[in-house]
């Protein structure tokens, strides 16, 4: 009968590229052959396909069908190629428009009885199809939602496979389905409380602010009790909204994951904040045959929070250290690679030993000196060097207590109107520049067309001099100090800013 051709996306990472799926139906001994490298869900769709054309009112081919996913070198993962080899084969045997079924981009898992699941990572999926020209796509009625995001392209949703061949012009009745809808996520509470709500802890206050102004990473060590959690919380209440690309790449990540992404796209920055028991890839993403995003991936434009980070493996850790430098996340297997963004803000809390008592007054602590070293060292050092603020966080005393109540705190709105103010300030500066945030910003800049104020970095020369900071150390103080000088509204850091983000730095150390 010829060769029937649809087309698909296979995804790696975020990156999809289009699959053409070539069907071909001849005579022989009954067989149905699936090539290109597909992996073990897609193996198995041989079956799902051949149940779904048969209760779909179609005859399955009697002879040998060979099915072809072209690049064949690309790997091809998941059951959203269902669709696609379904309607291939059927303009193969000439049930359908062929040149319908050429023009559109399918993509959805066929149940037995021939009605369409939904399936993850359609929204990247939907993006890629529109990079590659195409204007339509068919996917499930419980993915239209998701795939309407992607704006000029036409999303027809479709119920089954039956509905799928009648659009393409199959001379069938139809017939109503109940469509397959995904589950109805949990009511989540996005209210993480004010910033108002932390106090007695100033500099923990104007810490937070500042790595939200700059997109800087954050170290908060102190005993249980002081707040480091209520900090790291309400971060993400405090950073701007997102822009339109952040949010595609944001909700096309939760789609990847598995996660809802709802009927409009995500507006505020994601809180990822793993168990201590995670392993190196849930916490950076990969597995075994299906490469899927990890914590760091999740939390893409937002925060990465590790609580009693010393409790995590040091591998884990350590697997942080390249993508705090290129914001990117790259997992490398053998029949592929693939990358994720990672351009998140790392806050990293650990109490100053493993009872928490040391340095506490009135509180005994029971650790041995080598114990607390021991504990505090499973943070290595190349990770905290790539941490821009370090901050003591103590408990708050009744002293402290009783002052603050008397003062006007700031809240997250107050909060965040100026750390945009500040993120205004540094746009304009970096504009023609492949940059918008000081933390993005190269040490070369920093020395050069940045540089401080004649004669402001005498200090941090020192620390330099005398091995206290590293040059990676020494650019992120003045990526610091940009930050500051954006909250400050000077046009360049001064001794103050240089001193106070000097400070930043080392007052966990």
């Known amino acids: 009968m010829g060769v029937g051709r649809a087309h698909a996306v296979a995804l790696l ?32 769709a041989k079956a799902r396909v051949r149940s779904a054309v048969g209760n779909s009112g179609f005859g399955f081919p009697s002879g040998r069908v060979t099915v072809n996913l072209s690049p064949a070198s690309l790997p091809k993962t ?42 993850r990572g359609v929204l990247p999926m939907v993006l890629a199809a529109e990079r590659a020209g195409f204007d339509t796509v068919l996917v499930p009625a419980g993915n239209a939602d998701e795939a309407s995001l992607v704006p000029g392209i036409r999303v027809v949703a479709i119920a089954s496979l039956r509905d ?3 659009w393409h012009g199959a001379e069938l009745d139809p017939v109503e ?52 959690t209520m900090i790291a919380s309400r971060l993400p209440g405090i950073l701007p909204d997102l822009d339109e690309r952040a949010a595609i790449e944001v909700s096309s990540i939760r789609s990847l994951a598995g996660l809802p992404v709802g ?39 937002g925060i990465l929070f590790l609580d009693e980070a010393p409790e995590f493996a040091p591998s884990a850790l350590d697997c942080l250290r390249q993508p705090l430098e290129s ?44 114990a607390r070293r021991r504990y505090l060292g499973r943070l290595s050092g190349p990770l905290l060097d790539r941490v821009d603020i370090r901050l003591d966080v103590p408990r708050v005393t009744a002293a402290q207590l009783r002052a603050a109540a008397g003062s006007a705190a700031t809240s997250s709105a107050d909060a965040r109107q100026r750390v945009a ?89």
């Open 177 to 228: 389905v109940e469509p397959l809808l995904p589950a109805a996520a949990a009511p989540v509470d996005e209210d993480a409380g004010d910033l108002a709500e932390v106090v007695g802890n100033r500099d923990a206050v104007e810490a937070a602010q500042v790595a939200a102004a700059g997109g800087h990473h954050m170290y908060l060590l102190g005993p249980p009790g002081a707040g480091k």
């Open 78 to 119: 998941g059951a959203a190629f269902d669709l696609g080899i379904a309607l291939a084969l059927l303009a193969a045997e000439g049930a359908v428009d062929a040149a319908s079924v050429t023009g559109v981009v399918h993509l959805g898992e066929l149940g037995l009885d021939g009605r369409l699941r939904p399936c």
């Open 421 to 509: 103010e500040a993120r205004a300030r540094a746009a304009r500066r970096l504009a023609g520049t492949p940059w918008w945030l000081n933390a993005h910003v190269p040490g070369s800049w920093l020395r050069g067309d940045g540089a401080p104020a004649p004669g402001a970095t005498a200090g941090l020369d020192r620390a330099l001099e005398r091995g206290a900071l590293t040059m990676r150390g020494y650019d992120r103080v003045l990526r610091v100090a940009w930050t500051l000088a954006d909250l400050d509204g000077v046009d360049r850091p001064g001794l103050d800013q240089i001193g106070r983000a000097l400070y930043l730095r080392k007052a966990a150390a």
């Open 327 to 370: 914001g990117v996340i790259t997992i490398a297997r053998a029949a592929a690679t693939a990358s994720f963004p990672a351009r998140f803000q790392l806050v990293l809390a650990a109490n100053p030993c493993p009872c928490g008592n040391a340095g506490v007054r009135d509180a005994e602590c029971t650790c041995t000196p080598f």
């Open 13 to 44: 990472g975020l990156d999809g590229a289009l699959v053409e799926i070539e069907a071909d139906t001849a005579s022989g001994l009954p067989a149905f052959v699936l090539v290109g490298l597909p992996d073990a869900a897609l193996g198995e």
């Open 263 to 301: 009927r409009s796209l995500a507006t505020r920055p994601p809180l990822e904040a793993p168990h201590h028991s995670a392993s190196p890839a849930a916490i950076v993403g990969g597995g075994s045959g299906v490469i899927r995003p990890g914590a760091a991936a999740r939390a893409a434009h």
């Open 164 to 166: 799928a061949a009648i």
